[in-house]
């Protein structure tokens, strides 16, 4: 018997043994040295870190199309714009996107290569001919370097041009900038060219500041961007400019775009602009105060088309249960006419029921000077919306949505991220 006692002494002083060298080997894991965390998988000197995410969502219903005079500005949190012509109107949408991250330490601080394959597939029903679906293709392949200063070059999806400091507070925006997105560059036009092929250099220089410098859309006419950016406790602001064209030396294409946000106590003041050489302009006022249970927004924007809008928007939280917002906004699309105008109020009462499911109400009325195709000159809409959030970076959402032009839709959606 003296054999397996000695067998299991030496086992059991060998455990702790064992498991210092692999708390060693965990301590000294690259991963956990460069601070990265997630899935990963670590060698001797890189780190790969995998992340994801996959959409899905359907539609179906009977949308009836816009007001004509608002276009697509009418659409608020109910898109009815995909319409197509009298038929039902459906389409299945899948979204998807995979990256890999490998990260190594350098003298000049970590080294990264960047691949990313995105891909959708997407089918609508648009006069009973299904469009075309699109498979998976690389949407980003480039390399970095850099701690405080970070070279990068490849393919990339994201400009260094900032658009910061350019959303409208509350919880329902402005009809231009829940259109453009904040405030825009180009009108819409489009013909700006940013990330892409792309060379980006950019430096924090201490004390909340950061400048970069790059050559974007080099796989088209090529963009020189240059950019200044400050964020501090209660103030952050940025200035972007953008030169198109400039590999055929026409440099036909200038851009500028800049915001600033300050914080003071409970209050939120927001001013953003936006032009172009072509004569465009976009500029938004905003402000928000938080107040006890009370959130209140206002804003203000126009653009160089003589559109002007107006949202005023408030949030009560009642309890750890129940939210109520109310919201009022106006559009006038074009100020030189007359009666061309639109006005939407707007509510919604939200619930959270258990931690993981969110029940929420919404109606809206709009008026407007130019009647619908159906001759209405106001609409009536509203909304069911069911969030479900188990945990796992699961979300699903069921709703249906109806209006007083007949229009209806019910959507499926859900998505998970890793």
């Not at 699109?134 to 490849?154: F, K, M, P, R």
Request: negative net charge; proline residues 2%; contains cysteine.
């Amino acid at each position: 018997m003296r054999l397996p006692v000695l067998l299991l002494a030496t086992t059991a002083l060998a455990m702790p043994a064992a498991a210092a060298d692999l708390g060693v080997l965990t301590t000294l894991d690259v991963c956990d040295s460069l601070g990265l965390s997630g899935l990963t998988l670590s060698s001797d000197s890189n780190c790969l870190k995998v992340s994801g995410e996959v959409e899905y969502a359907f539609h179906w219903g009977d949308y009836k199309g816009a007001l004509p005079v608002l276009g697509s500005a009418y659409s608020g949190t109910i898109d009815w714009t995909d319409d197509n012509g009298g038929a039902n109107d459906w389409d299945s949408f899948v979204d998807a996107y995979l990256t890999f991250v490998g990260t190594a330490p350098s003298d000049v601080g970590p080294a990264k290569a960047t691949l990313r394959i995105y891909g959708y597939n997407y089918q609508e029903v648009d006069n009973l001919v299904g469009a075309p679906s699109q498979d998976g293709e690389v949407d980003e392949a480039y390399i970095s370097i850099g701690d405080q200063t970070v070279l990068t070059a490849g393919l990339v999806a994201d400009s260094i041009f900032n658009e910061d400091d350019d959303k409208a507070f509350g919880w329902l925006a402005s009809f231009i900038s829940d259109e453009t997105g904040g405030v825009a560059f180009d009108g819409g036009a489009g013909t700006y060219g940013t990330g892409g092929h792309s060379i980006q250099l950019v430096s924090k220089l201490g004390n909340g500041v950061s400048a970069g410098i790059a050559l974007e859309d080099l796989d088209g006419d090529g963009s020189l961007v240059g950019v200044v950016s400050y964020a501090g406790e209660s103030l952050s602001a940025h200035i972007s400019v953008l030169a198109g064209d400039i590999l055929d030396g026409t440099f036909d294409d200038l851009a500028v775009h800049s915001g600033f946000t300050a914080t003071l106590d409970k209050f939120k003041i927001r001013g953003a602009l936006a032009a172009n050489n072509s004569g465009w302009w976009n500029a938004l006022g905003s402000a928000e105060a938080t107040l006890d249970m009370f959130t209140l927004a206002a804003t203000i924007d126009a653009t160089s088309e003589r559109e002007v809008g107006l949202v005023g928007s408030g949030e009560a939280k009642l309890n750890e249960s129940f939210t109520v917002k109310v919201a009022a906004r106006y559009l006038d699309p074009d100020t030189a006419l007359a009666n061309d105008e639109g006005t939407e109020l707007r509510g919604r009462v939200e619930y959270a029921a258990p931690e993981t499911v969110t029940l929420a109400a919404e109606v809206g009325h709009l008026w407007t000077g130019v009647a619908a195709v159906s001759g209405a000159q106001s609409i009536t809409d509203g909304l069911l919306e069911l969030t479900w959030k188990p945990g796992g970076d699961f979300t699903s959402t069921a709703a249906i949505a109806a209006n007083t032009l007949g229009a209806y839709k019910l959507t499926f959606e859900a998505s998970k991220s890793y």
